[in-house]
């Protein structure tokens, strides 16, 4: 026993601290095993020990449940395959520059920070319940950083007892949920501090050339709120003035313009007619900033599925995207940039959550499903069947995962 400890520390010693497989470096460190050392040793690692444990299998219903739902989404709804279609292959991948939905800054940030969440919460459950960490570090994708990593002797998770091993095959899955939940809640707290600029009004999408609004001088992403002395709220409030006027007549116009919507522009608009239509020559929409704001502040586990929208394809929806930030104002300076670190630690942590819980071997949720099994089943079902099981549950997932990203493309 003593020669193969001297042996595995020797191996250990020959690994370079420097790899580079393009585009792929590696940098390896054992300075971090103090660190693991210390924060292993305290008692809040063994409850966050327990609590991974408890939260792995909530995060796997709740992963195939999405799973399953888009899955069904897509077949009965052509819509759904038409956006996967427009965002193109690349919104399957988690890159930020590839995915036309992870904006670069924020993306990147994101992914860095999730994974060294998560390689580090191996790490410090592994000291807490006694297992070596032979080393951890970086990996880069040429000089970007993209990530980390924690190297946890494998001969030790598969000698230590059942549930050491669930502990720290659980730990990254309940870091990153426990770290996306937090994000969340400061995303909804930012979101409650925010005020509306302006209430109500209509919004200026964009102005026909030739016709007369632009003659007028308005311009896109104007803010009109009223027609001779008129408060205007809606789209309806508009086309009913419209509806009652003809080409020639003049309607007073005023819009608000400028940063915060501090400059009133007013103007006159000599009506004219289009398809049986009296128009100004604007694109527009409602304005409903309160109505945004009060939908997005309204959580529950029902509406989920909304804050897994990212501000950048649903624009409309969030109040901190570049579209709607503008006509908020907060006492917390800089809550744009802020609300979106949060929003994209918690979108990025969620996923790379949900992804690692699915029983898929040789993710964390696969291993854990093999050890449970072993545990529950080893002394009525030889070692074989249960491999079976796991490759069985693993094709699965992984025929269901294929199928939603590749069905949009192939339907």
């Known amino acids: 026993m003593a020669s193969e400890n001297i042996e595995g520390e020797k191996a250990e010693e020959k ?5 580079f497989n393009f585009p792929m470096l590696i940098v390896r460190t054992k300075r971090f095993a103090v660190v693991f050392d210390k924060l292993g040793s305290l008692r809040t690692s063994r409850y966050f020990s327990w609590l991974g444990l408890v939260l792995v299998p909530f995060v796997a219903g709740v992963a195939l449940y999405l799973v399953v739902n888009s899955l069904i989404a897509l077949l009965s709804n052509p819509g759904v395959g038409q956006v996967a279609r427009d965002l193109g292959p690349a919104a399957i991948l988690l890159l930020p520059g590839i995915n036309p939905m992870l904006p670069i800054v924020y993306g990147w940030i994101a992914i860095v920070c999730a994974i060294a969440i998560h390689e580090g919460a191996h790490g410090i459950i592994a000291r807490n319940v006694g297992l070596k960490v032979k080393s951890s ?3 880069f994708f040429l000089f970007v950083p993209i990530g980390a990593f924690v190297d946890v002797d494998e001969e030790q998770i598969k000698k230590a007892r059942s549930r050491s091993a669930l502990k720290v095959m659980a ?4 870091a990153n949920i426990i770290l996306a939940a937090v994000c969340l809640l400061g995303v909804l707290v930012l979101v409650g501090s925010l005020t509306p600029i302006i209430d109500n009004g209509v919004y200026i999408n964009d102005v026909t050339a030739g016709f007369p609004a632009q003659t007028a001088g308005l311009l896109p992403k104007d803010v009109l709120i009223s027609i001779d002395n008129m408060k205007i709220n809606s789209t309806n409030d508009l086309r009913a003035i419209l509806d009652n006027k003809t080409s020639g ?4 116009v005023t819009v608000v313009r400028g940063e915060n919507w501090q400059y009133q522009f007013s103007t006159s608009v000599n009506l004219t007619i289009s398809q049986n239509r009296t128009i100004m020559g604007i694109m527009s929409g409602d304005l409903m900033t309160q109505a945004r704001l009060d939908n997005y502040r309204t959580f529950s586990l029902e509406r989920l599925s909304m804050y897994l929208a990212p501000p950048t394809l649903a624009s409309g929806l969030t109040p901190f995207s570049d579209s709607l930030s503008s006509f ?3 006492p917390i300076p800089q809550w744009q940039i802020f609300a979106n670190v949060l ?6 942590n969620f996923n790379l959550a949900i992804f690692n819980a699915l029983p898929i071997y040789p993710l964390d949720g696969g291993r854990i499903f093999d050890i449970t099994l072993k ?4 002394k009525r079902v030889n070692e074989k069947a249960i491999h079976a099981i796991t490759v069985g549950a693993t094709i699965a997932c992984v025929a269901l995962v294929l199928s939603v990203t590749l069905l949009p493309f192939i339907m």
């Open 137 to 139: 570090g970086l990996l």
């Open 375 to 378: 545990r529950a089943l080893g």
């Open 328 to 330: 908020y104002s907060s």
């Open 15 to 19: 690994q370079p601290r420097v790899e």
């Open 343 to 348: 929003f994209w630690l918690w979108f990025v």
């Open 249 to 252: 007549d003049i309607l007073n």
């Open 171 to 174: 730990g990254g899955v309940g």
